[in-house]
Nanobody, 129 residues
Framework: QVQLVESGGGLVQAGGSLRLSCAAS????????MGWFRQAPGKEREFVAA????????YYADSVKGRFTISRDNAKNTVYLQMNSLKLEDTAVYYC??????????????????????WGQGTQVTVSS
């Protein structure tokens, strides 16, 4: 059974920074990719960033490019999301997600919540003015 445990959320002022972490546990689990999504009140869940485990290729939503950075630690099966220059509109519950091993992917896969096999419970990020 694969579990994803997020940490690092909290309250921060606009312009500040936070770093989210997500550790994947499970016997011999090595993800194909991991990503972050977020959901603000009254809105649908949206893609934030993703990383392919092999090679470290990264993907970002336009709204966070240049401000957020996704990275991974293969040895720890952990993905990070460094969030800088936070804006009020970044306030949301952030979810970590992982893709089980597979043979191939297309670039568009990473942006789709339905492509991911496992989800964390979410961590709240609140940006105040």
């Amino acid at each position: 059974q694969v579990q994803l445990v997020e940490s690092g959320g909290g309250l921060v002022q606009a312009g500040g920074s936070l770093r989210l972490s997500c550790a994947a546990s499970g016997r011999t689990f090595s993800p194909y990719a991991m990503g972050w999504f977020r959901q603000a009140p009254g809105k649908e869940r949206e893609f934030v960033a993703a990383i392919k485990w092999s090679g470290g290729y990264t993907y970002y939503a336009d709204s966070v490019k240049g401000r957020f950075t996704i990275s991974r630690d293969n040895a720890k099966n952990t993905v990070y999301l460094q969030m800088n220059s936070l804006k009020l509109e970044d306030t949301a519950v952030y979810y970590c997600a992982a893709v089980a091993p597979k043979g191939y992917s297309t670039g568009s896969d990473y942006y789709s919540a339905g492509w991911y096999d496992y989800w964390g419970q979410g961590t709240q990020v609140t940006v105040s003015s």
